[in-house]
């Protein structure tokens, strides 16, 4: 299977940006993520016919991104500095390219490597975004079935922010008369004021952490409702009697990566694992779902693993680690408190520390985007790089359950497969069922 390229272009916005919005400051939340771009993949049994007239599609999905551009105008932009975006309208790229076959045949046997292939820049690892803010690429299949990848670059964008951008394209391609959602690129740099002098040492600091010459690989794995629901039977504790989904599998996937990096290292380490969290809903009161940019931070959680094999990894006593406390927002807005985090993570020993890092996609409506060509049947996530120093796993929606993206090395990822207690829950990259 070899996806290839028939054209690039720029796609630009349909209306110039006034003068008045053409510096747009970000949020210190904006400043502090590494330089990377961020994959989204949508997989549609269209019912196009080889009959069809392909270039008018490409061309409606083209005008209507114009549209769309014209009220998300920061990413038809490029960065000024660290914490000021230029828009000046000079567009995103928009590659398309023909994969030949069937897109069943894709979805019997996923090939989780080559996701990568349906995106137009590489993601995960450090860009200097000088070929834009936002890149789309549409691939075609013989049989009329269309994917549709999306990369946005992280220094602007979070998921939450890319899910909204996409779902605002697909409205203003299959219903342009319709709502629309009005983007607010104000209200994080409000609640979060960027800081102008913010070192160039920091930053590098957070890419060093982030980026290491590490060969690293993608896999997926389904947990169905029964195997999450018995997750959580088993992850309830007295302190914690009814644990999300959210911290049943994170203490899951956290537990199982930890004992395999102890039998690889044959030392002993201490784990740190990240969660990513929405910070939008979190505010008193909420913010609103379309405050644009990076509203989310980390919470941490760490354990020591001795050597003898003799830690608690109880998965009981790992969700409680997991779970977030009602103070988090609160602690955050205090004056100084995200950089004094930043320069506490700068200045730590990370060469016996694992970082696990976890970032739940579920509930964003994915697999509600509808560009006029049905509801997606497959949503995946698109590593393509070398060079990650954190293993991530991303959860997102299933039609079974919950997908797990998981990206980490292929020594720990293929003594997981091996293990029966993981097993026991997980199936490794099964044939896709359409939503």
Same mark, same amino acid.
């Given at each position: 299977?070899?996806?290839?390229?028939?054209?690039?272009?720029?796609?630009?916005?349909?209306?110039?940006?006034?003068?008045?919005?053409?510096?747009?400051?970000?949020?210190?939340?904006?400043?502090?993520?590494?330089?990377?771009?961020?994959?989204?993949?949508?997989?549609?049994?269209?019912?196009?016919?080889?009959?069809?007239?392909?270039?008018?599609?490409?061309?409606?999905?083209?005008?209507?991104?114009?549209?769309?551009?014209?009220?998300?105008?920061?990413?038809?932009?490029?960065?000024?500095?660290?914490?000021?975006?230029?828009?000046?309208?000079?567009?995103?790229?928009?590659?398309?390219?023909?994969?030949?076959?069937?897109?069943?045949?894709?979805?019997?046997?996923?090939?989780?490597?080559?996701?990568?292939?349906?995106?137009?820049?590489?993601?995960?690892?450090?860009?200097?975004?000088?070929?834009?803010?936002?890149?789309?690429?549409?691939?075609?299949?013989?049989?009329?079935?269309?994917?549709?990848?999306?990369?946005?670059?992280?220094?602007?964008?979070?998921?939450?922010?890319?899910?909204?951008?996409?779902?605002?394209?697909?409205?203003?391609?299959?219903?342009?008369?319709?709502?629309?959602?009005?983007?607010?690129?104000?209200?994080?740099?409000?609640?979060?004021?960027?800081?102008?002098?913010?070192?160039?040492?920091?930053?590098?600091?957070?890419?060093?952490?982030?980026?290491?010459?590490?060969?690293?690989?993608?896999?997926?794995?389904?947990?169905?409702?029964?195997?999450?629901?018995?997750?959580?039977?088993?992850?309830?504790?007295?302190?914690?009697?009814?644990?999300?989904?959210?911290?049943?599998?994170?203490?899951?996937?956290?537990?199982?990566?930890?004992?395999?990096?102890?039998?690889?290292?044959?030392?002993?380490?201490?784990?740190?694992?990240?969660?990513?969290?929405?910070?939008?809903?979190?505010?008193?009161?909420? $913010?609103? *779902?379309? &405050? @644009?940019? !990076?509203?989310?931070? #980390?919470?941490?959680?760490?354990?020591?693993?001795? /050597?003898?094999?003799?830690?608690?990894?109880?998965?009981?006593?790992?969700?409680?680690?997991?779970?977030?406390?009602?103070?988090?927002?609160?602690?955050?807005?205090?004056?100084?408190?995200?950089?004094?985090?930043?320069?506490?993570?700068?200045?730590?020993?990370?060469?016996? $520390?694992? *970082?696990? &890092? @976890?970032? !739940?996609?579920?509930? #964003?409506?994915?697999?509600?985007?509808?560009?006029? /060509?049905?509801?997606?049947?497959?949503?995946?996530?698109?590593?393509?790089?070398?060079?990650?120093?954190?293993?991530?796993?991303?959860?997102?929606?299933?039609?079974?359950?919950?997908?797990?993206?998981?990206?980490?090395?292929?020594?720990?990822?293929?003594?997981?497969?091996?293990?029966?207690?993981?097993?026991?829950?997980?199936?490794?990259?099964?044939?896709?069922?359409?939503?």
């Amino acid at each position: 299977m070899v996806v290839n390229v028939i054209s690039k272009e720029i796609v630009s916005p349909s209306s110039p940006t006034p003068p008045y919005l053409r510096k747009l400051k970000l949020c210190l939340l904006d400043q502090l993520v590494p330089s990377f771009y961020i994959p989204l993949v949508l997989f549609y049994q269209s019912n196009i016919h080889k009959n069809q007239n392909i270039s008018k599609i490409m061309s409606h999905l083209k005008n209507s991104l114009a549209k769309t551009l014209s009220r998300y105008y920061p990413l038809a932009g490029r960065m000024q500095d660290c914490a000021t975006v230029d828009c000046n309208d000079k567009g995103v790229p928009f590659i398309i390219a023909h994969m030949s076959c069937r897109l069943n045949e894709l979805l019997k046997n996923p090939p989780t490597d080559l996701m990568s292939d349906f995106v137009p820049f590489k993601t995960d690892c450090f860009q200097d975004n000088t070929e834009g803010l936002a890149g789309i690429q549409v691939t075609t299949f013989d049989c009329g079935g269309i994917v549709i990848g999306v990369c946005m670059h992280h220094r602007t964008t979070d998921a939450n922010s890319m899910t909204n951008f996409i779902r605002s394209w697909a409205d203003e391609a299959y219903m342009p008369k319709g709502d629309k959602i009005n983007p607010d690129f104000t209200t994080a740099s409000e609640v979060f004021p960027p800081v102008d002098s913010l070192s160039k040492e920091m930053q590098k600091t957070l890419d060093n952490h982030t980026f290491k010459e590490v060969k690293h690989v993608q896999r997926r794995y389904v947990f169905d409702k029964n195997a999450i629901a018995s997750l959580q039977a088993k992850a309830s504790t007295e302190a914690l009697p009814k644990p999300s989904k959210n911290e049943a599998l994170t203490s899951f996937i956290w537990k199982h990566m930890m004992e395999a990096s102890r039998i690889i290292t044959g030392s002993s380490f201490t784990s740190t694992a990240s969660f990513t969290i929405n910070l939008r809903p979190r505010f008193k009161p909420p $913010l609103s *779902n379309n &405050s @644009f940019g !990076n509203l989310w931070w #980390f919470s941490f959680g760490s354990c020591y693993l001795s /050597l003898d094999g003799q830690t608690d990894l109880e998965l009981s006593k790992l969700a409680e680690v997991v779970h977030l406390d009602s103070e988090f927002v609160d602690e955050l807005q205090q004056p100084g408190v995200i950089l004094d985090l930043m320069q506490e993570m700068g200045s730590g020993n990370i060469e016996n $520390l694992k *970082n696990f &890092s @976890f970032s !739940n996609w579920c509930n #964003f409506g994915h697999y509600k985007i509808d560009f006029g /060509l049905g509801k997606p049947v497959w949503i995946a996530y698109a590593h393509k790089n070398d060079i990650l120093n954190n293993r991530c796993t991303f959860f997102m929606d299933s039609p079974s359950g919950i997908e797990i993206w998981m990206i980490a090395e292929e020594a720990e990822v293929s003594l997981l497969e091996k293990m029966p207690s993981f097993l026991e829950f997980a199936s490794v990259n099964p044939s896709v069922k359409p939503y």
